[in-house]
């Protein structure tokens, strides 16, 4: 998430920088140097604004990434979002298997997730419309 991204969506949560640092535990300082680009936002603050825009009202239920995705009956047995019934929440649970495998890190699973019509149609629409 760079700055222009973290900066959106706290707009778009309707939020001071010093609310946000509340929700998000940390300092007004820390919040200004994200929006200024001075500090990368760490993955668990990243984390922590999309489950809060995610949170957000939604004129359409999304369906469950194993839909989307097609997933087969063996590859749902193996992923952690199948197993908690999380499906709207696939791209918040690290080990999934989209892509054929559990991604290595946080960026690289945001990496696929970004392009993922499970996670835009929670988050407004295409990459774009993540934080807009």
């Not at 309707?14 to 300082?29: E, R, V, Y």
């Not at 908690?84 to 054929?100: M, S």
């Not at 290595?104 to 990459?127: E, F, H, N, P, Y």
Request: aromatic share 10%; proline share 4%; glycine share 8%.
């Amino acid at each position: 998430m760079d700055k222009n991204e973290f900066s959106n969506a706290r707009i778009r949560l309707g939020k001071t920088q010093a609310q946000m640092a509340a929700l998000l535990g940390a300092s007004l300082k820390a919040v200004q140097s994200y929006e200024q680009g001075w500090r990368p936002v760490p993955a668990h603050a990243e984390r922590q604004v999309l489950f809060l825009l995610s949170l957000r009202p939604n004129r359409k239920r999304p369906k469950s990434c194993w839909v989307v995705r097609k997933c087969s009956a063996e590859k749902r047995r193996t992923c952690p979002a199948w197993e908690l019934k999380a499906g709207r929440f696939c791209w918040f649970i690290n080990g999934t298997v989209c892509e054929g495998r559990a991604q290595r890190d946080w960026q690289a699973k945001m990496t696929i997730c970004r392009s993922c019509a499970v996670m835009t149609s929670l988050l407004g629409g295409g990459r774009r419309g993540f934080y807009a």
